[in-house]
């Protein structure tokens, strides 16, 4: 087996919280292990959401394995040594049909008109609070799964103004923890300070893909909109 060290406890402590997410959506979930340039990039692939996750940990100075492999998600959680900052990679898993179809590698360039990060929170919890109103709407005997399942697609399928990004996107960034408030501290005052504030959130395109890229991780999804925005290839391994 091989084992990695990565930079720092940050890294680890983020990692097995990504990883924890994803087994909370799919206790047999499986993830896409690419290493390169002294980073690690994790792909998982929801399926409540059906968006690609990707999270990156960086290594440790001098580590830059050849890795690329699909593996389970709860398995290398338990692989993960926080105290240590190590990650112990487990035996290969057959992956799923997603696992071979990832995002670019290159040619990412900026999408105008992704709202303020505030806003995608706004938006997300009017679209959660529709669901449920439409869901509560429901006679008895029509409240079944495949009524639920059309009005989810119905409100997660719209696109956030020009972007030709769906809703579940964001909602996925959010309950995956990639959109996150500013962080406060006590000072030694007494008094609050606002640590500083994260690069907000960036749209990006590529090939058939639109990527909403966060400090804290990145959502891909397959581009329903210009032409240009048909293709497809693999994903850059860089930290988000």
């Known amino acids: ?12 402590v983020d990692l097995a919280a990504f990883l924890a997410r994803l087994i909370h959506y799919d206790k047999a979930a499986a993830v896409r292990l690419q290493a390169g340039d002294g980073v690690l990039a994790v792909f998982g692939r929801p399926p409540s959401f059906e968006v690609l996750a990707i999270r990156t940990a960086r290594l440790a100075e001098g580590q830059r394995p050849a890795l690329d492999a699909t593996v389970s998600a709860g398995e290398l959680l338990e692989g993960i040594q926080e105290a240590a900052d190590t ?7 057959t992956g799923p049909p997603w696992a071979g179809v990832l995002p670019p590698r290159g040619g990412w360039r900026r999408v105008p008109g992704l709202p303020a990060p505030d806003a995608l929170v706004r938006a997300v919890a009017a679209a959660v609070a529709e669901f449920r109103a439409r869901d ?14 059309r009005i989810g697609r119905e409100i997660w399928s719209r696109t ?22 500013a962080q406060v501290a006590a000072g030694s005052g007494g008094g609050v300070l606002t640590a500083p504030a994260a690069q907000p959130p960036t749209l990006l395109a590529a090939g058939g893909w ?3 890229s966060t400090a804290y991780g990145s959502i891909a999804v397959r581009a329903a909109g210009p032409a240009e925005l048909t293709g497809l290839s693999g994903l850059t391994v860089t930290p988000t």
């Open 1 to 12: 087996m091989t084992v990695l060290r990565l930079a720092d406890a940050g890294e680890a």
């Open 210 to 212: 639109l990527r909403l």
């Open 160 to 181: 956030l103004g020009d972007t030709h990004l769906p809703l579940r996107a964001v909602h996925a960034a959010q309950s995956l923890g990639f959109l996150r408030p």
């Open 136 to 149: 509560e709407a429901l006679a008895p005997q029509e409240r079944t799964r495949a009524a639920r399942d």
């Open 87 to 93: 990650l112990t990679v487990p035996a290969a898993v």
